[in-house]
């Protein structure tokens, strides 16, 4: 059975500061990956996918992840945060394209210092 | 992207009532919605898939006498938790997604179940 692990239930990052938010996934075939962000009172809005090809992906709002299958990691990381971006994070395994039937991690609840 | 409303965002109800979710998709047509739920801290877990017209298809362990879905139109699909109970509170979130225009799926803003 597929699986998500995010080992960081909180991160606390300056502002301007960089940031990782960790993710390692279990999946028998290639993996479609998924990072999604959500603010409070809102929706998940997707941040980035990975399906094949190049394994450094590059997302909406400065964000970008790197699959890497030997570590069958999926990594979030941004070089500069902004207070904008507190929110909670999820890493997330499809089966698909059209990310039907997500497997999601338990998420990583960012928060931004000034 | 395409916006997916859910409404309503918070619900109390008392324990022994029925409480209904409702998932739209505002400027796309929804061949496709799924329904997850999200206990405190932990992942969100799809409860069930619905297509248009169809019966939805539950995953295990989820009980579909319990957790009602209907996606009676192309717009439309609604939760109905059925003689809520505390343990029923929860986190729930829809997505849906046109399977024709094979596009992602969008997610609504949830819902928090409160059950009393």
């Known amino acids: 059975a597929q699986s998500v692990t995010q080992p960081d239930i909180h991160i606390t990052v300056s502002e301007g500061a960089s940031l990782e938010l960790r993710c390692n996934y279990s999946?028998?075939?290639?993996?479609?990956l998924f990072w999604y962000v959500q603010s409070p009172g809102q929706g998940l809005q997707l941040l980035l996918k990975?399906?094949?090809?190049?394994?450094l992906v590059q997302g909406i709002k400065g964000f970008e992840a790197e699959f890497k299958r030997s570590q069958s990691s999926f990594n979030l990381r941004k070089p500069s945060v902004h207070w904008s971006d507190a929110a909670e994070y999820f890493c997330?395994?499809?089966?698909?394209?059209?990310?039907?039937?997500?497997?999601f991690g338990t998420g990583t609840r960012l928060t931004i210092i000034p | 992207g395409a916006v997916v409303s859910q409404h309503p965002s918070r619900v109390i109800c008392k324990s022994g009532t029925s409480v209904k979710i409702e998932c739209r998709s505002l400027?796309?047509?929804?061949?496709?919605m799924f329904w997850y739920r999200q206990f405190p801290k932990q992942s969100l877990m799809l409860m069930a898939t619905?297509?248009?017209?169809?019966?939805?298809?539950?995953e295990q362990g989820v009980e579909k006498d319990k957790f009602l879905i209907n996606h009676a139109s192309l717009t439309l699909s609604t939760l109905t938790v059925t003689s809520a109970h505390p343990e029923d509170s929860s986190f729930y979130i829809c997505?849906?997604?046109?399977?024709?225009?094979?596009?992602?799926?969008?997610f609504g803003q949830g819902t928090r179940l409160t059950v009393v």
């Open positions: 997505s849906a997604r046109d399977a024709r225009q094979n596009t992602e799926a969008f």
């Open positions: 997330a395994v499809g089966a698909n394209f059209g990310n039907e039937k997500l497997t």
């Open positions: 990975y399906f094949s090809g190049d394994t």
């Open positions: 999946y028998g075939a290639t993996p479609y």
């Open positions: 400027d796309f047509q929804a061949t496709t």
């Open positions: 619905s297509n248009e017209g169809s019966k939805a298809t539950y």
